[in-house]
C-alpha cells in the first residue's frame, strides 16, 4: 500500500543545509530561503523525495507532534517548495542520470518538473530546416536536449532559416495556420542568432506581420533587389563561427521544450536576438497588425480612407511650449514607444544628432521615406535624409522625432490603400488635376530638361500630366464640399516605385498628432507656413522684423546666447501672409569670416511666440550642416551643391530680403490678435471659415495605419504654394499685390532664381 502512495520532497531546484538550533537552509540558483523553528530542522532532511507523507510525519513524529507536522508540510506546499509524485516516477528520475537536474529547471520555471520533463521527452516536435540550414546540426541540438522528433503530427514546429525574410517562410505560416499548429522561428547563424516568436494560428501576430516590420528596415536593399531581380532578400555572408551558431540553435531548442512543457510567458510573441559579439540579448515584440492581408482584415485602410473625416470635440491637455497638443511629450512617447526598435519597430531608434547644437535638442529617428529612395545613390548621407525633431528639452525633441517617423511611414505607400484606375477625363468633376496642388508653370515644364540637369531631385520638374493616360487615384475628403475628390495616388504616398516623372509626394502637409484633429491642425499650419515662405522667398520682398526681446522667453536668450558663442547673429522676420496666421523665419550669419553661412528656420502657429520658438528651433536643427565651415570652403556636412553654393556665396549685401524691412515697426506680441482656444475641434472650425474666405478648398486624408494607431493626416489646400520651386500663376503673384508688398506683381523671369533648398 505504501509502495503506492505518492513521495513528497522538496522541489528540485532547492537543496537543504541544516544548522542545528539555528535554520534549515534552502539554497537554489534564485537565493536562500529560510525556514526556522524545530519542525523545519526535523522535517527538512527528510523531505528528499525519497518518502511518502506518512513515512516522513512517522520519522518526524519523534520531535514534532503530528498535527504540527501535518500543517508545517502543508504551508511548505502552499508556498510552492515541496511537491508529490508518484513513487515510480521518482524511483526513475532518482537513478536516471542527468534527469535530476531537468527537472529542477523544470521547477525552477514552476511547472511540476517531473511531469514537465515527462511532457517534454513525450511530445513530438516537428523540425524544418529551410535552405542554408544544416539539417544534422538541427537534430543533434534537439537529440541532445531530449526532444522527439517526429515527422507526423506535433504539438509544435520548429522552422530554422538563414534569414527572417526567406520566401519560403510565406508557405510555412499558411500550412501551420491551416493546420491550426504553432511553430517556433529560430535563426542560429550570424553574429546575432534570433529565435521566436512563437506564431500561433488561434490568436496573435503571424509571420507576414513579423515580415512587414523586417522589410522596413532593409529598404536600402531594395534598389539591388530590382537589380538583381530577386524575390527575397539580398543573400549577406553568415559571419558566424560554429561556437555562435551552435548557441543560436540551443537557445531555439530550449524555447522549443519551454512551450512543449507548458510554459507561457509574454516574451514567446517576440523576436529574441542575442548579439555574440557584445554578448547582450534582447526582446523585440511582435505585434499583430489588424489590416494584415493573411491574419487580418486587409480593407481596413480603404475603410479609413472611405469614411468622411469629422472632427469632433478634442480638449486641449498641453501646452508643450512648441505647440498646443492633447498629450505630453512624456505620453506621447509612453504610448507610442513600441513603435521604435530594431528589428519590429518602424524606426530602429531615436538618438541625439551627434551634429547637434548645444543650446537646442535635436533627435534624429531614421530614414527619411518621404526622400526618394529608388537608387543606391539617394541614400547618400544628408540632413534631408534622416527624420528628425528638435525641441528646447530631450523630451521634447525625442517625441517630435519619432512623430517625424511616424508620419513619414504613414505617409508611405504600403499597398493596401484604395485606388481607382482611370484617366482624368473619364473620371469627371471628382478629379482634381494634379498642378493644381502641384503648381508648376507651363514655362518650367518647357524648359525642364535644362532646369534638372542643375538641380536637385527636390526641385525635379516632372513631364506634365497626361491626361488621357490610366492613372491610380485615390479619394481624399473635402471638409469644404462635404464629400470625396480624387487626387493621384503617386501624389498622396510616398512611393519608392514610382518613375521619376511621375506625379511625386511630397511631405507638404502631413502631420501626425495624439488626435486627429491635432494632426489636422499641424498640417494646416505647416501648409501656411510653406506657402508664406514662397511668398517671401521667391519674390524676395522686405518684412518687418520680430523683436525678439519682446517675447521675454529664456528659450529665445538661449538660442541667442548659443548663437555668440559660435560667432553668429540672430534675427527674425515676420512673414504673415494674408491668411492672418502668424509665420516667421528665423535667420543667422556668421559674422567672422567673409562667407556668411545664412541658415534659417520657419514657423508658424496661431500663437506667435509658438511660431517665433519654432522658427528658432528649426534654425538651430538646421545650423550644424554649416556651424564648423571653415574659411576654405570646406567643413559644411552637406554635399548638395544648392545649400553649399548659398552658405558660399549669399550675404546680406546681395540677398537684401533676407534684412528686416527698414520702415517697418518690429513686431511685437501684441501686433498679433490672439485668443487661444481650448479645443482642437474649434481651431478646425475657424480653419474651415478661414479657407472658405479665400475662396480655397481644405482637403484631408486620413491616413492613419490601423497597426500604427498614432492619428496621421496630409492635409491639402489646392492653390497653397509649396516653398520649392513652383511657379504657376496665382498666390504667388497676386497676394504680395494685394497685401500692399509689391505694386505690381513680379514677372516670371524676375523671380528669386535660387531654388529653397531645405
Known amino acids: 500500500m505504501e509502495g503506492r502512495e505518492p513521495r513528497v520532497g522538496f522541489k528540485k531546484h532547492l537543496r537543504v543545509e541544516v544548522v542545528p538550533g539555528e ?49 508545517a508540510i502543508r504551508r511548505l506546499a502552499e508556498a510552492g517548495l515541496v511537491r508529490a509524485q508518484g513513487a515510480a516516477d521518482a524511483d526513475e528520475a532518482f537513478w536516471t542520470p542527468g534527469t535530476l537536474d531537468t527537472e529542477a529547471y523544470w521547477d525552477l520555471a514552476g511547472l511540476d518538473g517531473a511531469q514537465a520533463a515527462a511532457q517534454v521527452a513525450g511530445t513530438p516536435v516537428r523540425v524544418r530546416c529551410l535552405d542554408g540550414v544544416d539539417p544534422g546540426e538541427v537534430a543533434e541540438a534537439c537529440e541532445s536536449a531530449g526532444l522527439r522528433v517526429d515527422d507526423g503530427p506535433a504539438a509544435l514546429t520548429l522552422v530554422v532559416c538563414g534569414d527572417y525574410l526567406d520566401p519560403a517562410l510565406f508557405d510555412v505560416d499558411a500550412a501551420q495556420r491551416a493546420d491550426g499548429q504553432p511553430w517556433l522561428l529560430a535563426k542560429p547563424g550570424g553574429f546575432e542568432p534570433w529565435t521566436g516568436p512563437v506564431l500561433r494560428p488561434d490568436g496573435g501576430p503571424c509571420w507576414n506581420c513579423l515580415a512587414d516590420r523586417l522589410r522596413g528596415h532593409r529598404r536600402s536593399e531594395r534598389p539591388v533587389q530590382r537589380a538583381l531581380g530577386l524575390t527575397g532578400p539580398v543573400p549577406r555572408p553568415t559571419a558566424s563561427p560554429s561556437a555562435g551558431r551552435g548557441l543560436g540553435l540551443q537557445i531555439a531548442v530550449l524555447e522549443a521544450a519551454k512551450w512543449l512543457a507548458g510554459m507561457r510567458y509574454d516574451r514567446q510573441d517576440a523576436v529574441f536576438t542575442y548579439n555574440t559579439l557584445t554578448l547582450r540579448g534582447a526582446g523585440h515584440e511582435v505585434r499583430r497588425r489588424p489590416q494584415c492581408p493573411a491574419c487580418g482584415d486587409p480593407g481596413l485602410v480603404a475603410e479609413r480612407v472611405h469614411s468622411a473625416v469629422v472632427p469632433v470635440s478634442r480638449a486641449k491637455g498641453h501646452n508643450a511650449g ?13 504610448t507610442y514607444g513600441n513603435l521604435v526598435g530594431p528589428v519590429t519597430g518602424i524606426v530602429s531608434e531615436i538618438r541625439r544628432d551627434p551634429a547637434g547644437c548645444e543650446f537646442v535638442d535635436s533627435y534624429v529617428s531614421g530614414q527619411n521615406l518621404a526622400v526618394d529612395a529608388r537608387t543606391l545613390a539617394g541614400l547618400r548621407a544628408g540632413l534631408r535624409n534622416l527624420s528628425g525633431g528638435k525641441g528646447l528639452s530631450p523630451l521634447e525633441a525625442r517625441a517630435s522625432a519619432l512623430g517625424e517617423a511616424v508620419e513619414r511611414y504613414c505617409g508611405s505607400r504600403h499597398g493596401d490603400e484604395p485606388v481607382v484606375r482611370d484617366t482624368f477625363h473619364a473620371l469627371g468633376d471628382a478629379a482634381l488635376h494634379p498642378n493644381a496642388c502641384q503648381l508648376y508653370d507651363v514655362r518650367q515644364y518647357r524648359d525642364r530638361e535644362a532646369w534638372n540637369r542643375t538641380r536637385s531631385h527636390f526641385q525635379y520638374v516632372p513631364r506634365p500630366f497626361d491626361v488621357d493616360r490610366p492613372t491610380d487615384w485615390t479619394p481624399v475628403w473635402s471638409l469644404t464640399a462635404g464629400t470625396h475628390r480624387l487626387l493621384p495616388t503617386s501624389f498622396l504616398y510616398f512611393d519608392a516605385e514610382s518613375g521619376p516623372d511621375s506625379v511625386c509626394a511630397d511631405s507638404n502637409g502631413n502631420a501626425a498628432g495624439s488626435t486627429l484633429e491635432d494632426a489636422l491642425v499641424q498640417g494646416f499650419l505647416e501648409l501656411v507656413e510653406r506657402d508664406a515662405v514662397a511668398l517671401w522667398w521667391y519674390n524676395r520682398t522686405r518684412h518687418a522684423a520680430v523683436d525678439l526681446d519682446a517675447f521675454d522667453a529664456p528659450w529665445v536668450e538661449r538660442i ?31 559674422t567672422d569670416k567673409p562667407a556668411e553661412d545664412v541658415v534659417f528656420g520657419f514657423g508658424a502657429h496661431f500663437d506667435p511666440a509658438i511660431a517665433l520658438r519654432r522658427a ?38 546681395n540677398q537684401p530680403y533676407l534684412r528686416a524691412h527698414p520702415q517697418q515697426t518690429p513686431r511685437t506680441p501684441g501686433h498679433w490678435s490672439h485668443t487661444p482656444r481650448a479645443d482642437f475641434a474649434d481651431d478646425v472650425t475657424d480653419i474651415l471659415a478661414l479657407t472658405r474666405r479665400h475662396g480655397l478648398e481644405l482637403l484631408v486624408l486620413d491616413q492613419t495605419r490601423p497597426d500604427i494607431g498614432l492619428p496621421v493626416v496630409k492635409v491639402i489646400v489646392p492653390g497653397l504654394r509649396h516653398f520649392w520651386a513652383r511657379f504657376a500663376p496665382g498666390r504667388l503673384y497676386d497676394v504680395p499685390v494685394r497685401t500692399g508688398r509689391l505694386a505690381a506683381p513680379t514677372p516670371y523671369e524676375q523671380l528669386n532664381p535660387i531654388p529653397l533648398f531645405v
Open 616 to 653: 528658432l528651433t528649426e534654425m538651430a536643427q538646421l545650423l550644424p550642416a554649416a556651424a564648423k565651415a571653415r574659411p576654405d570652403g570646406t567643413g559644411y556636412t552637406l554635399t548638395d551643391p544648392e545649400p553649399r553654393a548659398w552658405w558660399q556665396h549669399a550675404t546680406l549685401a
Open 23 to 71: 535554520a534549515a537552509y534552502l539554497m537554489s540558483a534564485q537565493g536562500v530561503t529560510v525556514l526556522r523553528g524545530v519542525d523545519a530542522e526535523a522535517l527538512a532532511p527528510l523531505l528528499d523525495g525519497t518518502r511518502t507523507l506518512s513515512g516522513i510525519l512517522a520519522e518526524a513524529s519523534r520531535a514534532v507532534p503530528l498535527p504540527q507536522a501535518e500543517d
Open 322 to 334: 512648441n505647440g498646443e497638443r492633447f498629450l505630453t511629450s512624456g505620453q506621447f512617447l509612453e
Open 560 to 590: 541667442k546666447h548659443g548663437c555668440r558663442l559660435i560667432n553668429r547673429e540672430v534675427w527674425a522676420l515676420d512673414l504673415t501672409s494674408d491668411l492672418g496666421i502668424p509665420v516667421v523665419v528665423a535667420l543667422s550669419r556668421r
